[in-house]
């Protein structure tokens, strides 16, 4: 079993910053990778990034490449996300989630584990 929390959520204004973080604790042995999601009207389940503990291996929603930058510290099993040059349509509950597998899932069904969730609110 793991448990994860995330925190770092909050409100900003489009084009600020915000740095969520995800705590992984428990049987973290066996996740082989970490993702983001977001929950947002219209918006279910929708991938945002995903990094692998061993290799640090990374992969982008194109809604966020270029944005966003996921990052994992495996000494302290915490996984980052930073969000640059937010946007309104940014605007949602974040989760991070872990995964068992080896393939690069984009979509919640691939991840065994989900943490409480973080708001994040982009104002105009």
């Known amino acids: 079993q793991v448990q994860l929390v995330e925190s770092g959520g909050g409100l900003v204004q489009a084009g600020g910053s915000l740095r969520l973080s995800c705590a992984a604790s428990?049987?973290?042995?066996?996740?082989?990778?970490m993702g983001w999601f977001l929950q947002a009207p219209g918006k279910e389940g929708e991938f945002v990034a995903r990094?692998?503990?061993?290799?640090?291996?990374?992969f982008y929603a194109d809604s966020v490449k270029g944005r966003f930058t996921i990052s994992r510290d495996n000494a302290k099993n915490i996984v980052n996300l930073q969000m640059n040059n937010l946007k309104p349509e940014d605007t949602a509950v974040y989760y991070c989630?872990?995964?068992?597998?080896?393939?690069?899932?984009?979509?919640?069904?691939?991840?065994?584990?989900w943490g409480q969730g973080t708001q994040v609110t982009v104002s105009s």
């Open positions: 990094i692998t503990w061993s290799g640090g291996n990374t």
């Open positions: 428990g049987r973290t042995s066996g996740s082989y990778a």
């Open positions: 989630a872990a995964s068992t597998s080896r393939l690069l899932h984009t979509t919640p069904i691939g991840y065994d584990y």
